[in-house]
């Protein structure tokens, strides 16, 4: 599942009843939309890294498992030397895709049920203190 960025994005937003689409360009939602897009794609490309990596370490590890291994109990500088490391560092970059990817998700579907429907809210009025009493002079 290479696309998972991708088919997270459109999960979360359908768990709201609601899927992405086109707004004013420089809209608030405009702009979601786009960063949704941009961290779907990251997801999903560090997802196919991680998916060639944990292919390349599995076929490894059969070899091993399997005795067809070129190395037979002799000291060796690691038979997956970067790859376990790479591993950890793509499920903890995937695992903040999505977490930005439900961020950006909520904001979307929380900005499109708005009464302002993404519009630049206003702030609200200030409540203007009482004028000063006039002051009488003593004559």
């Known amino acids: 599942m290479s696309a998972l960025g991708t088919k997270t994005a459109v999960d979360m937003l359908a768990a709201r009843g609601i899927t992405l689409t086109a707004h004013p360009s420089g809209s608030a939602l405009?702009?979601?939309v786009r960063l949704i897009e941009e961290a779907a794609?990251?997801?999903?490309?560090v997802q196919h890294q991680l998916l060639a990596h944990a292919e390349s370490a599995s076929r490894t590890l059969?070899?091993?498992t399997s005795g067809r291994d070129t190395v037979h109990q002799a000291a060796t500088d690691g038979l997956l030397q970067f790859t376990g490391v790479s591993i950890d560092m793509l499920v903890a970059r995937r695992g903040e895709g999505i977490r930005m990817l439900r961020m950006l998700t909520n904001s979307y579907a929380d900005l499109r049920t708005s009464p302002e429907r993404g519009s630049?809210?206003?702030a609200p009025a200030m409540a203007q203190a009482p004028s000063p009493a006039p002051r009488r002079s003593r004559a």
Request: hydrophobic residues 30%.
């Open 30 to 32: 405009d702009t979601i």
């Open 41 to 45: 794609a990251s997801v999903d490309e």
């Open 62 to 64: 059969d070899r091993i």
């Open 120 to 122: 630049p809210r206003q």
